[in-house]
C-alpha cells in the first residue's frame, strides 16, 4: 500500500515569512495529492490539489509543487498570516481507487 | 448547499456496547468514505462506497467493524462490542465525479463523531 510522509510535524513561522511543507509517497501510481486545513476542533477543508499531470499549481498565497521522479510534494504558503496558523495534511490517492492515505499532519503557528 | 453532515457529535458508551455511526453526504454524492482520525494524527481510511456498493473495506480494523449504505445515500458505520482501543474521532467523507472521472476525487468531510468506550 502507500505510506505518505510529512514534515516538519510543527512549524512556527513569523506573520508575513513563507511556510513550506513537505510530504513524500511510496506509492508510483498516485495521481491525486490534496492538502487540507484543520482548524482546531474543526473538519480537514481542502485548501488546494494536484493532479500528477501538473507540476505546480498556484491558488493566491497558496502554491503546491509536484515532482513525480522524487515522489514529492510540498505546499508553500506565502505572506504568512495568523489565521494560517493549523494543522495541514497532504494525502496521496490513486484517483480511481479514490482511497486517500494521509500524512501524519503539520502543525502551523503563525506568530503576529 | 449542506455539508456532510453526521450523527451523533458525541458518542459516549460502555465497553462491549454496539454503536451506530450516521453519515449523511453531501447530495447527489456518488462516492462515500469513513475514516477514523486519532488526535493529533491524519485521517485513517476505513472504507468506502460508490452508490451502495462497498468497494473497498480494507481499512476496517477487525470483524467487528462493518458499514451499510442500503440506498446509496445515507450510511452507518457499526461497531460491535466496543473496546476502549475503539475511542477516536470517526469522520465521513463524500465526493462527486469531475472531470470525466467515473468517481469521485476531491472528498469534503464531514464534523465527525467522537467516540468515547468507557
Known amino acids: 500500500g502507500e505510506n505518505v510522509e510529512q514534515h516538519p510535524s510543527t512549524l512556527s513561522v513569523q506573520e508575513g515569512d513563507s511556510a513550506v511543507i513537505k510530504c513524500t509517497y511510496s506509492d508510483s501510481a498516485s495521481n491525486y495529492f490534496p492538502w487540507y486545513k484543520q482548524e482546531l476542533g474543526k473538519r480537514p477543508q481542502l485548501i488546494i490539489d494536484i493532479r500528477s499531470n501538473v507540476g505546480e499549481k498556484k491558488d493566491q498565497r497558496i502554491a503546491v509543487t509536484l515532482n513525480k521522479t522524487a515522489k514529492h510534494f510540498s505546499l508553500h504558503i506565502t505572506e504568512t498570516q495568523p489565521e494560517d496558523s493549523a494543522v495541514y495534511f497532504c494525502a496521496a490517492s490513486k484517483e480511481n481507487f479514490n482511497k486517500f492515505y494521509f500524512g501524519s499532519g503539520t502543525k502551523l503557528n503563525v506568530k503576529p | ?118
Open chain 2, 1 to 118: 448547499g449542506a455539508g456532510v453532515s453526521q450523527s451523533p457529535r458525541y458518542k459516549v458508551t460502555k465497553r462491549g456496547q454496539d454503536v451506530a455511526l450516521r453519515c449523511d453526504p453531501i447530495s447527489g454524492h456518488v462516492s462515500l468514505y469513513w475514516y477514523r482520525q486519532a488526535l493529533g494524527q491524519g485521517p485513517e481510511f476505513l472504507t468506502y462506497f460508490n452508490y451502495e456498493a462497498q468497494q473497498d473495506k480494507s481499512g476496517l480494523p477487525n470483524d467487528r467493524f462493518s458499514a451499510e449504505r442500503p440506498e446509496g445515500s445515507i450510511s452507518t458505520l457499526t461497531i460491535q462490542r466496543t473496546e476502549q482501543r475503539d475511542s477516536a474521532m470517526y469522520r465521513c467523507a463524500s465526493s462527486s465525479p469531475s472531470g470525466g472521472a467515473r468517481f469521485g476525487d476531491t472528498q469534503y468531510f464531514g464534523p465527525g463523531t467522537r467516540l468515547t468506550v468507557l
